[in-house]
């Protein structure tokens, strides 16, 4: 969505809110397996001084998949918006510069770009993730697989002593 600033581009101490739906259907990701289409964006831009600052919230709720047992879970996240949107690219190595377009800022590229930042942290369904076992695939979370109790060094041990004899 493009939101109009002229009111707030040409008055110091002005603010313009916004409040919408954003898109995501579009998006692909490996570890992202649906967007709920309930994505909403929502805050104001405001005039600091000269300076054109963005703030706000964008809501999402999406079903991942975790990299390392690839079990599916659901994620709601509150993503805190924050940008400053300038004429030029100022300064082209920050993250939360964003280019007007005239009296325009594109909000979907503000709203994107944190998106895309975040799902690039969100692979694991949990922290603490055990992973699938390398040798017969189970989830190590739903408890340890028979392999555990082959590699237990006490039974190898046990079992050389057998084959020794
Ligand atoms: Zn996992
Ligand atoms: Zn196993």
Redesign the pocket.
């Known amino acids: 969505m493009r939101l109009n600033l002229r009111e707030v581009i040409e008055n110091p101490g002005n603010s313009v809110d916004f409040s919408y739906q954003p898109d995501f259907s579009g998006l692909n990701f490996e570890c992202v397996k649906s967007i709920e289409p309930s994505v909403s964006a929502k805050g104001r831009v405001y005039n600091s001084a000269g300076v054109m600052k963005l703030e706000g919230t964008l809501h999402v709720d999406m079903i991942c998949i975790?990299s390392?047992?690839?079990?599916e879970?659901t994620r709601s996240t509150d993503l805190p918006l924050n940008a400053i949107l300038a004429d030029e690219a100022i300064d082209e190595e920050n993250p939360d510069i964003f280019l007007l377009d005239g009296d325009y800022i594109d909000l979907d590229e503000v709203v994107t770009t944190a998106f895309v930042l975040d799902v690039e942290q969100i692979y694991?369904?949990?922290e603490d993730?055990?992973?699938l076992c390398p040798k017969c695939g189970k989830n190590l979370?739903d408890g340890p697989c028979s392999c555990t109790a082959d590699a237990d060094p006490r039974l190898a041990v046990l079992g050389q002593l057998l084959e020794n004899n």
């Open positions: 975790c390392r047992c690839l079990k879970f694991l369904c949990s993730c055990k992973g979370n």
